[in-house]
């Protein structure tokens, strides 16, 4: 097991401007579109539930921007951070979200399971766990075409505690796929300390004792996060195998948009507020040389970029009628070709 920090690299002032303010950049974008999805739920224009991931921007943008557009990621039902940095449109989110034409799966998706496979974002998914068999046979099919992409596949503690993953890792590693498996730990699976469930170590004592490398990671501290994404995909694309990320975060807001989370302290939540990704890099870039102004600009362009995809996004009209059943695949009636 590996640990990843990167306190050292804000503390001394040597980070990468260049490669940071554009991650500052997404973060922001992330929490905007999310607080304002949020709002829109209030106001009854997000359709279905949304599961925000505020305050754990760091983990989507520690790990995809270290992907290219043809290499595949698999999300969860808390999966709007992973779809935005995985370069997907955002106006198109906003109206999946809406139930709107031009929505990333023509408004019949929704939050949880917005998808775009033109940037390899090939789903989120409403059921914990599903989508780990998922991506482990997306990477068994490139290992396959030999096509050097990787795949990303990032879910939650509860899933750990599912089949599906003693099933996908242990594939993976017999087969060496390049995937890499992220676990990103808010500690509460839905309403519920996942600890009070989980025997053991948990995800990367499960993931070593199978022969996967493990990284237990800061999922707050995005540079740490980027550090541990870069040496496991580098370790993927050279044919050494699937990896494992452990993240620990939280999430701010309740389990769904509408969860008060009175089952936490409120103290509890403020002490990882101060604790907050974005803040955490605005000092780290600070101390780098990065001025109040250039921070506050990009700030204030995420909110205004994300301002108008709402309000466009609520302008759009409702999806023809007509198109209900496009793209879904009739098998027919049970009743006639069961057995």
């Not at 992907?67 to 198109?92: E, N, Q, V, Y």
Request: proline content about 4%.
């Amino acid at each position: 097991m590996t640990q990843h920090t990167a306190e050292h690299a804000g503390a001394s002032g040597n980070l990468e401007t260049g490669r940071f303010l554009p991650i500052l950049s997404l973060m922001w974008r992330i929490r905007a579109f999310e607080e304002l999805a949020i709002e829109a739920q209030r106001e009854g224009l997000v359709l279905g539930a949304i599961h925000p991931s505020i305050g754990q921007e760091a983990v989507a943008a520690g790990i995809c921007p270290n992907l290219s557009k043809t290499d595949l990621l698999l999300s969860t039902h808390r999966g709007h951070g992973h779809t935005l940095a995985k370069g997907a449109d955002p106006l198109a989110m906003m109206r999946e979200l809406f139930g709107r034409e031009g929505g990333t799966c023509g408004g019949k998706g929704g939050s949880m399971h917005i998808a775009d496979f033109g940037v390899g974002m090939l789903g989120a998914n409403g059921v914990v766990g599903a989508n780990i068999p998922i991506a482990t046979g997306a990477a068994h099919a490139l290992k396959l075409r030999r096509a050097g992409e990787v795949v990303v596949c990032i879910f939650g503690d509860g899933a750990i505690n599912r089949g599906p993953f003693l099933e996908g890792l242990n594939w993976a590693r017999v087969f060496d796929l390049p995937v890499l498996f992220v676990c990103e730990d808010n500690g509460f699976s839905a309403t519920t300390r996942t600890r009070s469930m989980t025997g053991g170590a948990g995800a990367t004592a499960r993931a070593e004792s199978l022969g996967l490398p493990a990284a237990e990671v800061d999922g707050n501290d995005v540079l740490a996060v980027d550090a541990a994404a870069r040496t496991a995909i580098a370790a993927l694309r050279a044919g050494e195998g699937p990896r494992l990320m452990h993240c620990h975060t939280y999430r701010i807001t309740g389990h769904t948009a509408v969860d008060p989370a009175s089952y936490r302290p409120e103290a509890e939540v403020d002490q990882w507020r101060r604790r907050c990704p974005i803040a955490r890099l605005e000092a780290g870039l600070r101390l780098a040389g990065v001025s109040d102004e250039e921070l506050s600009r990009t700030r204030q362009e995420a909110w205004d970029e994300m301002r108008a995809i709402s309000a466009e996004a609520s302008a759009t009209s409702w999806p023809d009628a007509r198109g209900a059943f496009a793209d879904v695949q009739d098998m027919g009636n049970p009743a006639e070709r069961a057995f």
